[in-house]
Every structure is written in C-alpha cells, then in structure tokens.
C-alpha cells in the first residue's frame, strides 16, 4: 500500500505505529479528523492476514467514526486503534498497559474503547495507564460494555428503515437474517424476538447459534448460506466488507440493516443496492449506539440520557431517507453528505480564534 498516497486522498491527520518488545504489542493507531473533538474510536484485535491488511482496517474504521460522530450529531472526530494478534490467545496485562501508554501519549486526541476481539476487562487495563478510555467498568462511574446499546440502536434504526422499505415499522412476521451472533447480533437477535420477527441465524460459533434456536426460536443456517437466505432484512453483525462482488447477487432482501462497520466493499456496492431496489441502512448511521453511549461519559455518565440519545437513531435514520429521496441519491452518499455537511459547518464556526475555547469534553471522573 502506498501510505501517504491514500493517507492524502481521503485526509488523515496521523497514524501511530506501536511497538513494545517486552509485550510483544503491535498495534496502529489511525486519526482521520479531529474537527469536531478529539477522535474516539474502539480498539480492535485481530489475526490479520498482513501488515497492510491490519493497516488498511485501522484507517477504514478511523474514516468510518469521522462520519459516524459527525451523524450522530457528537462533538467527537475519528479514530480507531487494530492490535494484530489473536484476541483468544495473545492478551496479556502488559499488552494492554503498553497501549495504554500510547494512546496516554496522544495527550488526549485520540480516545478508546471496545471493538472486535476487546472487552471490558481489557479497557480497565488500559485505564491503569490512561484516562483516555471509555467503556471501562461501571464501578468507575463509566457505561460498561456499549454492544446492548448499539444493539438498541440498531433495532431502532432497522425500524426506520422498515417504515422506508415496507411502509410499516412493526416487525412481527417480518423475517430477519442475522449474521453473526456476538455481542451485538445476539442482543439485536432478542430485540427482534421480543417485537415479534421470524430469526433465521448464523455464526461460525455454534455455541450461540444453538442458543439463539433454543431460546428465541431461530432458524439456523450455516454461515455460507446466510446472504442468500430470502428474508425482508438481512443483518451483518459480524466483520466489514461482506457486501462485495461475491454476495452482492445473490441478496434476496427488501434491506440491508445491521451492525458491522464498513460493510460495503467498495462505494460503487451501495450504489449496486440501490439500483437494485434494496435499502440500506447506512452502517455508520444505524450502528452509532455504542458510540453515544461511550461518548455520554465525557460529560458524566447518565445512562437515561445516553439512552434516549441512542434511540433517537430512528429519527436520524428518517431524516437520512428523506435527504436521499429528496435529492435522488442512494442512501450511503447521503450519510456521507449529511455527515461532511455538518464537519464542514462546525468547522466554519470553530476558525474564529476564542481564549479558553472549549475544544473536548470534559471527563467528570477518572
Ligand atoms: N460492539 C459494539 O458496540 C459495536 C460493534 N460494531 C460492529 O459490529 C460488528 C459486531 O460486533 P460485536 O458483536 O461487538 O463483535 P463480536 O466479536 O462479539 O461478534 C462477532 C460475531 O460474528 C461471528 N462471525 C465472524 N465471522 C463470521 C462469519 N463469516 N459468519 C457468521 N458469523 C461470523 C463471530 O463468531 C462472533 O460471534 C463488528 O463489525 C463491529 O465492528 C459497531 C459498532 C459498535
Ligand atoms: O462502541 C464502541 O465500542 C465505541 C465506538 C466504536 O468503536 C464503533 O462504533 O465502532
């Protein structure tokens, strides 16, 4: 990959690479843009094929919180952090605490959380070093593990997008498909159940495949076919890029709803969606519920406030399909337009110089 080729084309501020021999840390740290506040983004861990594909993750993602703050309406830019190495046998105490160190070392432009492969336990770890961390332990005043909220905000978000597609937000006997069954898809999984919707399911983990058929009454399939499974919803809530030139085809949904980042390949497979009659529920738009709800502690963590932030994705998902039919775009270019239009606002307004100008939250605890 040429770094500072695509660094240029898409406008990064910076990219950390962290290395510590007595841990055996590797990680990169990717800042897109801080315009809006200091970039918040999870801590991903993963068994990268390469170097560049660990890089290439970092900075998609980073990109991917730019946008996702600036549609959520937070005063957050984007950034995002890849550990390369195997989440189930590589943690260590020491890991955690050397990245700590470097993100403390940022000075607070970059601040963490969970993603991919990272839990609380390990946030609490990272915490020992710096203060730039959210999703810490509720004990320390923090919001704990943010998936049931992005998962809350995904359900909300799949019901706007059902009013768009179907002409009704209730979900009973609608047929949801779900792919990946972790954190978020399970959670998502129940808020489905609970409203009504037919599950079919899948994971490369049976265990919560088993679960999800014995307690919610899924159907389940094996992780090839779940793409192509008919079904009014399909919900990747696994990793990014699954919808490529391999699956594209052979969707056989009304929408594409869910919670993984950067699911589509390339651009030009939105665009494909659209002219194929699908809506899509932008990624970064629907799946901001963790984001909100980590963010929240900056100003002093109250969960009924986050949570109403959170549901209020279904409004912002509205007002999304409204722009995109208005100025006949397909719906992913209208995120992208409604999330630059207000970076390039707030920028405008923070170029007159102030005294002591406001320019992070605040943390109110430690
Ligand atoms: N946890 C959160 O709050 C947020 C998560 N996301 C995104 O949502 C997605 C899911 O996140 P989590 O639930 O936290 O992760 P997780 O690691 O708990 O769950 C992912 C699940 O996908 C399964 N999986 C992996 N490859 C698969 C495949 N090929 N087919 C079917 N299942 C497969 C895994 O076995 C696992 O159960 C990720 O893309 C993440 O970046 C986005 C925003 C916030
Ligand atoms: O929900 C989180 O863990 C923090 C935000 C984030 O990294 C994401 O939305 O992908």
Excluded at 111 to 119: Q, W
Excluded at 170 to 196: N, R, W
Excluded at 306 to 329: P, S
């Amino acid at each position: 990959m040429e770094l500072f080729t695509y660094l240029e084309q898409y406008d990064y501020e910076q990219v950390v690479f962290c290395h510590d021999a007595s841990s055996g840390l590797k990680a990169v740290i990717a800042i897109h843009d801080t315009t809006l506040g200091p970039a918040l983004g999870g801590c991903r861990m993963w068994t990268y094929r390469s170097e560049d594909e660990a890089v290439l993750d970092a900075l998609r993602l980073a990109r991917g919180m730019t946008y996702k703050a600036a549609a959520a309406g937070l005063n957050l830019g984007g950034g995002k952090t890849v550990i390369l190495g195997n989440p189930r046998t590589d943690k260590s105490e020491a890991l955690f605490r050397a990245l700590g160190r470097y993100i403390q070392s940022l000075g607070g432009r970059y601040i963490t959380a969970e993603d991919v492969g990272t839990n609380v336990h390990d946030m609490d770890i990272i915490h020992q070093e710096t203060n730039f961390v959210t999703g810490i332990s509720k004990t320390y005043g923090s919001s704990g593990n943010p998936s049931p909220m992005t998962a809350l905000g995904v359900f909300r978000g799949m019901l706007a997008t059902a009013k768009v597609a179907f002409g009704t937000d209730d979900l009973a006997g609608k047929t949801v498909a779900i792919q990946g069954l972790g954190s978020v898809g399970y959670a998502l999984a129940e808020h489905l159940h609970a409203a009504g919707a037919n599950l079919i399911v899948a994971d490369i983990n049976d265990t919560s495949v088993d679960r999800a058929v014995k307690e919610l009454g899924a159907r389940a399939v094996s992780p090839a076919e779940i793409i192509g499974e008919r079904c009014d919803i399909f919900a990747p809530c696994a990793l990014g890029a699954v919808i490529n030139d391999d699956t594209i085809e052979r969707l056989r949904c009304g929408a594409v709803a869910g919670s993984a980042n950067n699911q589509l390949a390339e651009e030009r497979h939105g665009d494909r969606l659209h002219e194929m009659g699908i809506v899509y529920a932008p990624d970064y738009v629907i799946n901001a519920g963790g984001l909100i709800n980590v963010a929240d502690e900056l100003e002093g963590y109250q969960p009924e406030r986050a949570q109403a932030k959170v549901e209020a994705i279904y409004d912002i998902m509205l007002q999304l399909y409204d722009l995109a039919a208005q100025e006949g775009l397909p719906s992913h270019k209208a995120a992208d337009r409604m999330a630059q239009a207000r970076i390039d606002q707030i920028r405008g307004v923070r170029s007159n110089y102030i005294a002591g100008a406001k320019t992070a939250p605040n943390r109110t605890h430690g």
